[in-house]
């Protein structure tokens, strides 16, 4: 079935910094490629996605390339901000006929210091 | 535009009882997901409707049921609560539920079990 790892955490960085969390999957066909985030006591937000291979997302300075060569999505940002602290998901979203579900990775927490 | 919106925040229940949840999707959404979170499980997919038909289920047992009405609002009910269904059971609504479309979640329902 389809699977998503995603790198442990948690990570902490200092303002400024350079982020990279990485996220590899497996599944079958051509998935679609999600990262999201959740801040303490909300919902899942959408930060971006990809719905094709070398597809990139981009969003509030985060970016993620679908790679199908090395089954990889790995989240960037090259100036975290204190703002950025939160756990990040990467998810999956099978092509299959019947699948009309996500699959997610267990979630990275990030913690920005000033 | 609203976004989804999931009703109670919190709950709290005891063994044995059984739990009603509720989910209204973005309007024009007609597909309806829920997703079990917790710390040690992470994010686990229940169930997906459209048009008021079941179309995808996880691996959860028959006590998880739910439903969708013509207005695509979801309900989602637990009998027999056990304390291991303590968790934030998180709503989620997409246009169709296609591979290719970002689910958009609600801020969940925090349910707690003495």
């Known amino acids: 079935g389809d699977s998503v790892t995603q790198m442990e955490g948690p990570v902490t960085l200092s303002e400024e910094a350079f982020l990279t969390i990485n996220c590899t999957y497996t599944a079958t066909g051509y998935p679609s490629l999600f990262w999201y985030v959740q801040y303490p006591g909300e919902g899942l937000q959408l930060l971006l996605k990809?719905?094709?291979?070398?597809d990139k997302g981009s969003n509030k300075g985060f970016e993620a390339t679908y790679r199908k060569e090395t089954t990889s999505f790995h989240l960037e940002k090259g100036s975290v901000q204190v703002s950025d602290s939160a756990v990040y998901f990467c998810a999956l979203a099978g092509s299959g006929g019947s699948n009309y579900k996500l699959t997610f990775g267990k979630g990275t927490l990030l913690t920005v210091n000033p | 535009k609203a976004g989804v919106t999931q009703t109670p925040r919190y709950l709290i229940k005891t063994r044995g009882q059984q739990v009603t949840l509720s989910c209204s999707p973005i309007?024009?959404?007609?597909?309806v997901s829920w997703y079990q979170q917790t710390p040690g499980q992470g994010l686990q997919f229940l169930f997906e409707y459209f048009s008021e038909t079941q179309r995808n289920k996880g691996n959860f047992p028959g006590r998880f049921s739910g439903r969708q009405f013509s207005n695509s609002r979801s309900e989602m009910n637990v009998s027999t609560l056990e304390l291991g269904d303590s968790a934030l059971y998180l709503c989620?609504?997409?246009?169709?539920?296609?591979?290719?479309?970002?689910?958009?979640f609600g801020d969940g329902t925090r349910l707690s079990i003495l």
């Open positions: 989620a609504s997409s246009p169709t539920g296609q591979f290719n479309q970002p689910q958009h």
């Open positions: 309007s024009g959404h007609r597909s």
């Open positions: 990809a719905t094709k291979a070398d």
